[in-house]
């Protein structure tokens, strides 16, 4: 089973930056894609942004030019850099991995990230 750890969150005022890192228990070229997710309280866990085994990025619109995810595969990890961080950011963050095998997809436990106005 992937053992996914994530690290970083916290909380912070609007308009500052966090970075969320999370690293697998396996080489993360194993995966298509692996991702960053949020679910605020009461809400829908929703798609924050991917990166794709070729290095392609997407966004959900309302972090478009304020987030930013990368990787490092040397490190076999997937970050997450949040700037201009809104209220609305606020809920606990999850990476996941996508794999062609869907009993290789797995959730990380989760961190928590707060804005405050």
């Known amino acids: 089973q992937v053992q996914l750890v994530e690290t970083g969150g916290g909380s912070v005022q609007a308009g500052g930056s966090l970075g969320l890192s999370c690293t697998a228990s396996v080489n993360i070229f194993f995966f298509t894609a692996m991702g960053w997710y949020r679910q605020a309280p009461g809400k829908q866990r929703e798609l924050v942004a991917t990166?794709?085994?070729?290095?392609?990025?997407n966004y959900t619109d309302s972090v478009k030019g304020r987030f930013t995810i990368s990787r490092d595969t040397a490190k076999n990890m997937v970050d997450l850099h949040m700037t201009s961080l809104r209220p609305e950011d606020t809920a606990t963050y999850y990476c996941?991995?996508?794999?062609?095998?869907?009993?290789?997809?797995?959730w990380g436990p989760g961190t928590q990230v707060t804005v405050s106005s």
């Open positions: 990166i794709s085994r070729a290095g392609f990025t």
């Open positions: 996941k991995t996508n794999a062609v095998n869907s009993v290789y997809n797995s």
